[in-house]
């Protein structure tokens, strides 16, 4: 038997694998062995993530370099997601309808409110930025982190993050709690699973969720949900107030921004679709 690609050595498909490449998917098994916790790695480390020899697998990091979905560091000789990834990334992003029907509510929040408006969907126990607005009489400040479409943050020490992760379905919650390290990254973040889960439910109550210096000193937000047709909460969307530019107390906060807040997720939930049933 002669020896080559292994889609050319593959028998005959069938009709449940007919069009399938494994090659493509193996190609976009080593562009998800990257994220957060290891966004550099070497030719062994890839491998063993994708379960695949040495060599098969610089063959296959060697095109996704040369072709720019992956780059190597000329010391290290290690990988990192290329420019490619992020340009598809963007591009997803910006093809998602929510993005699409979101983008007038938002910016005017910020503008009604003055401080910068996010709106952002979980991928596993991250959340992931997918629209960012800030008022044109707003005061940004480097507080805010930088953060722009694309960004990444823990769920469990973000208001939007706990409003995503407060409508999950319990055994997919626990899950994405198993995963998570509780670490401390501010003054007042929540670091035992049980205090976590008490606020979810809460959350699930009131629809509001509060981020008080959580995740970084002297940040404050507080978000709400954005449901889909069907109900399903697929985003959330939250105004961030650092503490040096409003240091009302957070009840006092909440207590200003909620109703806005709710009005806009509200007006996003049914331009996609979403009819609350009367009470």
């Known amino acids: 038997m002669a020896v080559g690609d292994p889609e050319q050595r593959a028998p005959a498909a069938t009709s449940a694998t007919a ?14 062995a990257f994220n957060e916790l290891r966004p550099v790695l070497g030719i062994a ?26 780059q190597q560091d000329p010391e290290t000789k290690k990988y990192s997601l290329g420019p490619r990834v992020a340009d598809l990334g963007f591009a997803a992003i910006n093809s998602m309808e929510i993005t699409r029907v979101a983008a007038r509510p938002l910016q005017g929040l910020a503008d009604e409110t003055g401080h910068t408006v996010s709106m952002a969907v979980l991928d596993g126990s991250d959340i992931v930025y997918v629209d960012r607005r800030r008022s044109a009489r707003g ?8 953060l722009h479409v694309g960004s990444r943050l823990p769920a469990y020490c973000t208001a939007l993050g706990k409003v995503l992760l407060a409508y999950r379905d319990p055994a997919i919650l626990r ?16 670091t035992a699973r049980e205090q976590l889960t008490f606020a ?7 629809g509001i969720g509060l981020n008080d210096e959580e995740l970084a000193p002297g940040l ?16 959330a969307v939250s105004v961030v107030v650092p503490l040096s530019i ?26 996609l679709g979403y009819r609350a049933q009367s009470s």
Do not use: C, W
């Open 45 to 70: 480390d890839i491998a063993r993530a994708v379960d695949l020899n040495k060599s098969t697998t610089y063959r296959y990091v060697a095109t996704l370099a040369r072709l720019d979905y992956l």
């Open 246 to 271: 409003a240091t009302a107390p957070m009840e006092q906060l909440s207590a200003r921004l909620e109703a806005p807040l709710r009005r806009t997720t509200n007006e996003i939930s049914a331009r």
């Open 200 to 206: 979810l439910g809460r959350i699930r109550e009131t």
């Open 19 to 32: 069009g399938f490449s494994q090659s493509l998917e193996r190609g976009l098994q080593i562009l998800a």
């Open 220 to 235: 404050r937000a507080i978000a709400a949900p954005v449901r889909s047709r069907s109900g399903e909460v697929i985003a």
């Open 139 to 146: 005061v940004h400040l480097a507080m805010e982190l930088n």
């Open 175 to 190: 899950v994405l709690l198993d995963r998570t390290d509780l670490a401390r990254r501010a003054p007042k973040t929540i």
